[in-house]
């Protein structure tokens, strides 16, 4: 489990780091050619759009993982002992649940219907189920994620030494 994490945890954050490129690049390419070339470019701003779609919901997996989220941390940490484990389960088992109901079958409901309309996007053509596809796949994270959170919380509860692996020094050196 902890190999298949830390392999999450790199595919994650480097497929954030080359959206953040690909939208820094598109925004600056569409101020060039507003402001420069007084020619605006028809497909930035949607794909910009787009773009901040994808990283806000992977980003907020990725916050799940580093445990970044301000309503995660705030009970659990003042909490000792059996009352911390009985909240992480809690608010992991919410977050499952979340996770399963509204952003996997939500999201692949709301894919399909998309595509079944054959809904495309005004100026890169793309078909809206495309875009979409980020909400089951946030989703899917998220669920391993909070499962993760609940084995190691389970494991540490039985008194079995398991390696932490949050805070993890490769992850929190790039927030910080």
Wanted: charged content about 15%.
């Amino acid at each position: 489990m902890k190999k298949l994490t830390s392999v999450i945890d790199s595919v994650l954050s480097k497929v954030l780091i080359v959206l953040m490129a690909v939208m820094v690049l598109d925004v600056t390419w569409q101020v060039i050619t507003r402001f420069i070339l007084q020619h605006p470019s028809s497909f930035t701003e949607e794909l910009a759009t787009f773009l901040l779609i994808w990283i806000g919901l992977l980003g907020a997996s990725y916050a799940l993982r580093t445990k970044a989220h301000l309503g995660i941390d705030i009970l659990t940490y003042k909490l000792k002992g059996i009352k911390r484990n009985i909240s992480t389960f809690f608010v992991n088992g919410c977050i499952f649940i979340f996770s399963f109901t509204v952003l996997v079958l939500g999201g692949i409901r709301l894919v399909q219907i998309t595509l079944d309309l054959n809904q495309v996007s005004a100026a890169l053509g793309i078909k809206m189920g495309y875009v979409y596809s980020v909400l089951p796949i946030t989703g899917i994270i998220m669920m391993y994620y909070s499962f993760f959170f609940m084995y190691e919380t389970f494991m540490e509860w039985k008194g079995q030494d398991t390696e932490k692996l949050i805070p993890d020094e490769r992850l929190t050196a790039t927030i910080d």
